[in-house]
């Protein structure tokens, strides 16, 4: 069974961090665009940063560039985002995806083969 599970999400104060993982099962990330997505209740979904298969690129949003950095561990299949100095408009639901197929701005797009439950993340004093 192809699956990604996430965790690490919590309450942090802001300027603090946290790290999440996502764990996947049934595939490895060599061959999937794999990435950090957030999208809360009633709201379009958007990429947090991604590792694009082609060529192993990593891609960030502008709001979390310099902030956050994701990398894997291929030895354990796991996919980790490492968030540095937290905002309150950090809050919100965090999942990981991946697709064989789709760029990560497509997945934003369109969505994506393989989608984790989300972890929530809340920044507050």
């Known amino acids: 069974e192809v699956q990604l599970v996430a965790s690490g999400g919590g309450l942090v104060q802001p300027g603090g961090s946290l790290q999440l993982s996502c764990a996947a099962s049934?595939?490895?990330?060599?061959?999937?665009?794999i990435g950090w997505f957030r999208q809360d209740p009633g709201k379009e979904r958007v990429a947090v940063s991604c590792?694009?298969?082609?060529?192993?690129?990593?891609i960030y949003a502008d709001s979390v560039k310099g902030r956050f950095t994701i990398f894997t561990n291929g030895a354990t299949n796991i996919m980790y985002l490492q968030m540095n100095n937290l905002k309150s408009e950090d809050t919100a639901v965090y999942f990981c995806?991946?697709?064989?197929?789709?760029?990560?701005?497509?997945?934003?797009?369109?969505?994506?083969?393989?989608r984790g439950k989300g972890t929530l993340v809340t920044v507050s004093s």
């Open positions: 995806g991946a697709d064989p197929d789709y760029t990560c701005s497509n997945m934003e797009l369109y969505g994506m083969e393989v």
């Open positions: 049934g595939f490895t990330f060599d061959d999937y665009t």
């Open positions: 590792i694009d298969s082609t060529d192993g690129s990593t």
